[in-house]
């Protein structure tokens, strides 16, 4: 920003230090909204309607750096919360910046993938993450936005960016209610994705989750990446112990998911970016390679 030109001596210390104040404010304000966005990802230019829900969303991806350049098709990764991702303008708290941290990996080619995030709200989330009622929370539309998620915006996705469009390059994946509507749409959703990183999931939410995923178990070669902190309360690392027994007894094969309780962890967006890069390389990669 152009320093202001200051008005003379005759017109007033005072006056010139009001200016001089206001040109600071304005400028560290200008500092404060700047984009934090890495230039490979953008928001898409009209809302995305969810039909029975009465509501649009917002979608915003990230391509790899290479993409322009290349004719190579991604895998894509769907992730929820999609304004916590990439821009601490958006964000409602800290980002998850995971813009910045496939950059790297596709640098180091260890990793290049597509990431689509949804945006949500704080007036629905509860009810758009959940495929189950909450006495607290109320009304359950967890189905209807997956099935905006995977018959709208998949397909949308798809035909207009270069993707690997089959289940074992199509992974899901969030945080606390985020976590918990990723583990629904890998076990309701097992034709289109075969991968899902479940963050601090919210299994609190409905123990409906336990039947549902006994009655519906995944297949055999979906892997499932489920982190959590030990500062995330007792509730949190037993439903996740509850979780694990289960999949184990139901002959899920131990090299196909990965329970990780993370030392002085606590609910937040700092844990799961410190977490992501390693969740995301494990979630592509070959069984052999764990």
């Not at 998949?154 to 993707?163: A, C, L, Q, S, V």
């Not at 055999?220 to 999949?247: T, V």
């Amino acid at each position: 920003m152009k320093m202001p030109h200051l008005p003379s001596m005759r017109s007033g210390f005072s006056t010139g230090l009001i200016v001089l104040t206001s040109w600071f404010v304005l400028s560290c304000s200008d500092q404060a909204n700047l984009s934090s966005a890495s230039h490979n990802v953008q928001i898409l230019p009209y809302q995305f309607m969810m039909t029975g829900l009465d509501r649009s969303k917002t979608i915003r991806l990230y391509l790899p750096a290479d993409y322009a350049s290349s004719e190579q098709s991604y895998p894509v990764v769907y992730m929820h919360d999609g304004q916590n991702l990439f821009d601490h303008v958006s964000a409602d708290g800290d980002e998850w910046q995971v813009d910045e941290i496939l950059d790297g990996l596709g640098q180091s080619e260890q990793l290049q993938v597509i990431v689509v995030g949804i945006d949500s709200s704080a007036e629905y989330r509860h009810n758009e993450h959940s495929p189950w009622v909450n006495n607290r929370y109320g009304e359950a539309q967890g189905q209807g936005y997956m099935a905006f998620l995977v018959e709208v915006v998949k397909p949308y996705i798809d035909t207009h960016y270069r993707t690997l469009t089959d289940r074992n390059n199509t992974a899901i994946m969030g945080s606390s209610m985020g976590g918990l509507i990723s583990h629904y749409a890998l076990h309701a959703y097992p034709d289109t994705f075969s991968k899902a990183g479940i963050f601090s999931p919210a299994y609190w939410y409905s123990p409906q989750v336990f039947t549902f995923s006994e009655s519906n178990k995944v297949r055999l070669d979906a892997r499932l990446y489920i982190m959590y902190g030990d500062k995330e309360g007792d509730g949190m690392i037993a439903d996740a112990f509850k979780m694990q027994r289960q999949l184990r007894r139901q002959g899920h094969p131990l090299n196909n998911m990965v329970f990780k309780r993370v030392e002085g962890g606590q609910h937040s967006e700092v844990l799961w970016k410190e977490q992501f890069s390693e969740a995301i390389v494990w979630l592509f990669a070959s069984p052999g390679a764990s």
